[in-house]
C-alpha cells in the first residue's frame, strides 16, 4: 500500500497563491506517476495536473495550463502543486493520487488517493 498525506490548502485571494504539499509513504517504489486532482462541489472529480514519478514528462489540464506548476522530489517522496494566479473556479478540494503503470489523466488510472485539502479562492 502507498499513503498519501496532502497539506498546503487554504483560503485565497484571487491573483494569490498557494503551493500544495503531497507526501508519500509505504510501497513508494511501485509508484510510476503522481497525479493532482480537484473535486467542486457538484461536481465531478477532474484531473489537474501529473507527472512521471522518474522523467521530466508532465501533463496540465488546459484550465490550469501557465498557472500551476507539478513537481517532485523523489529523495523525500514529496510532490507538490504551485498554484499561481489563483480564480475563484480553482476553488475545491484537491487531492493527490499515486499510479502504478503509467502517466495517466484520469481518476481511474491512479490507485491511491489521499484524503483531500481545501481550496478556497475568493474573488
Known amino acids: 500500500q502507498v499513503q498519501l498525506v496532502e497539506s498546503g490548502g487554504g483560503l485565497v485571494q484571487a491573483g494569490g497563491s498557494l503551493r500544495l504539499s503531497c507526501a508519500a509513504s509505504g510501497r513508494t517504489f511501485v509508484i510510476d506517476a503522481m497525479g493532482w486532482f480537484r473535486q467542486a462541489p457538484g461536481k465531478e472529480r477532474e484531473f489537474v495536473a501529473a507527472?512521471?514519478?522518474?522523467?521530466?514528462?508532465?501533463y496540465y489540464a488546459d484550465s490550469v495550463k501557465g498557472r500551476f506548476t507539478i513537481s517532485r522530489d523523489n529523495a523525500k517522496n514529496m510532490v507538490y502543486l504551485q498554484m499561481n494566479n489563483l480564480k475563484p473556479e480553482d476553488t475545491a478540494v484537491y487531492y493527490c493520487?499515486?499510479?502504478?503503470?503509467?502517466?495517466?489523466?484520469?481518476?481511474?488510472?491512479?490507485?491511491?488517493w489521499g484524503q483531500g485539502t481545501q481550496v478556497t479562492v475568493s474573488s
Open positions: 493520487a499515486a499510479a502504478y503503470g503509467g502517466l495517466g489523466q484520469r481518476p481511474q488510472d491512479f490507485h491511491y
Open positions: 507527472i512521471n514519478w522518474y522523467g521530466a514528462n508532465t
